[in-house]
Structure formats: structure tokens, C-alpha cells
């Protein structure tokens, strides 16, 4: 039988456990609402989700700040829409910075026809502030086809 200090020790573990699944979720859902505000041109709503020094890397274009992110998508979503996809993808949490890699596919409706433009592996990091989880770095130029497994990029011991 454990001792009062055992449960204790245990129930402090399980808090912390269950802190972590917490703010797995919340990053999930940043993550959801990405993609659904994007998509949905509530592009304000979509800015909302960056911290103010954010940067967004893809292998065509760069962007360092919120201002540069903003600046560049509003005139990038003149040219129509598309679908992001974000798919399940590897978080670590450590405190008030995460880490998540997940692939995203994004489907594309120019010329009438629906199919999948573009897929790739996207690396983000998060910040939380004030209590609330926001995206600090967007990476999608990732060169490997399937850097998930990449121990450069997640090691082994997640």
C-alpha cells in the first residue's frame, strides 16, 4: 500500500500529465481553426491565432512578423481559396513553448475543378501568452519527403 506521500507524488504527476493533454488539445484546435478561418476568408480571426513576431516560411515565400503575414495574405487571398487539410500530427509540450509536426494537404478549386493542390509536412512551434496558445513559427519548406521520421526533426524519445 502506498504512503500519503506516494499519493501525493502521484497525484502531482497526473496533474502535470494531464496540463500537457490540455494544451495538446488547445494546440489541436489552433491548429483547426487555422485552416477554417483561413479558408473561410475570416482572415482577422486567422491573425488573431500568431503572436506578433511570428514568422511563416514556405519554399516560395517568407514572412517575419505578424504585419508581414498580414500584409502578404491579404493580398494572397484576392486570388482564390483553397482547403486546408491539417492532419494529426506530433506535439511536445515543454512548459509555455510546443512544438507540432504534422502533414497538411490543400486542395484547390481554380478553373471549377476541386482536386489536392499542394500537400507537405509543416513544422510549427507555439507560444503561450497571457494563458492562451498561439502560433510562433509556420515552417512548410521542410526539404524531406517525410521528415516526420526524421530524428533531426522530432527525436526518437518523444
Known sequence: MKNTAEILDEIESLKKEIEILKDQNEIRDILTRYAFRFDLGRLDEWFDLYTQDATFKTHAHFQNGLASIRTYYLSQKEQGGGLHI????????????????????L???RNGVEHVGAGSTRRWTFEKENGKWRIKTADSSIPEKFPVFSNELVPLNW
Open 86 to 105: 491539417q492532419l494529426t500530427g506530433i506535439t511536445k509540450v515543454e512548459g509555455d513553448q510546443a512544438t507540432e509536426i504534422n502533414f497538411q494537404l
Open 107 to 109: 486542395g484547390d478549386s
